[in-house]
T-cell receptor
Framework: DVKVTQSSRYLVKRTGEKVFLECVQDMDHENMFWYRQDPGLGLRLIYFSYDVKMKEKGDIPEGYSVSREKKERFSLILESASTNQTSMYLC??????????????FGEGSWLTVV | SQKIEQNSEALNIQEGKTATLTCNYTNYSPAYLQWYRQDPGRGPVFLLLIRENEKEKRKERLKVTFDTTLKQSLFHITASQPADSATYLCARGGNTPLVFGKGTRLSVIA
């Protein structure tokens, strides 16, 4: 079974802190994604990566950055956390050359609260 | 932008009935539509994929259709059970990352 592991399930951070959300997948997938999910807004794509050291902006990249130094690991960074970044963050991966013809596998989510 | 809409935020249905969830898309037809199930506090889990040139796909009690004329996909759960209660997400895809709808929360009442 494909496993996408998000290192932190629940986090509480203070405004202005730098926050790292880590994600690891064990299936040698090329593509990795970070989404956030908010009530009434659904899943929104923050950043994605189709290869090591490659990254592309999604729909809502402002206030975030990412890092992909190894194929299996994709990190989401909040440079200076703000209260409007309180959300559930979902990491995902899928194999292959196309983004969406293949099943996307999600992690269990990281609940971030910024106070 | 390519939008995907799930018009019903919530749907209540009696156990044993068929649940039908609707997904509408705008602009050009996506190459694929995918359906996912999400339980509270968990990540979405893939259920079915249907391609643009397919009319219908089935998996056990699940059926999904793709109507390019109506720009719509329907997701059916036959003989619904309380365990089917969850949020169901529709997503469109092609040569860009998936775009998700906001989901429909299904409650199956015993």
């Amino acid at each position: 079974d494909v496993k996408v592991t998000q290192s932190s399930r629940y986090l509480v951070k203070r405004t202005g802190e730098k926050v790292f959300l880590e994600c690891v997948q064990d299936m040698d997938h090329e593509n990795m994604f970070w989404y956030r999910q908010d009530p009434g807004l659904g899943l929104r794509l923050i950043y994605f990566s189709y290869d090591v050291k490659m990254k592309e902006k999604g729909d809502i990249p402002e206030g975030y950055s990412v890092s992909r130094e190894k194929k299996e690991r994709f990190s989401l960074i909040l440079e200076s956390a703000s209260t409007n970044q309180t959300s559930m963050y979902l990491c995902a991966s899928n194999p292959g050359q196309t983004y969406s013809g293949n099943t996307i596998y999600f992690g269990e989510g990281s609940w971030l609260t910024v106070v | 932008s390519q939008k995907i809409e799930q018009n019903s935020e919530a749907l209540n249905i009696q156990e044993g009935k068929t649940a039908t969830l609707t997904c509408n898309y705008t602009n050009y037809s996506p190459a694929y539509l995918q359906w996912y199930r999400q339980d509270p506090g968990r990540g979405p889990v893939f259920l079915l994929l249907i391609r643009e040139n397919e009319k219908e796909k089935r998996k056990e009690r699940l059926k999904v259709t793709f109507d390019t004329t109506l720009k719509q996909s329907l997701f059916h759960i036959t003989a619904s059970q309380p365990a089917d209660s969850a949020t169901y997400l529709c997503a469109r895809g092609g040569n860009t990352p998936l775009v998700f709808g906001k989901g429909t929360r299904l409650s199956v009442i015993a």
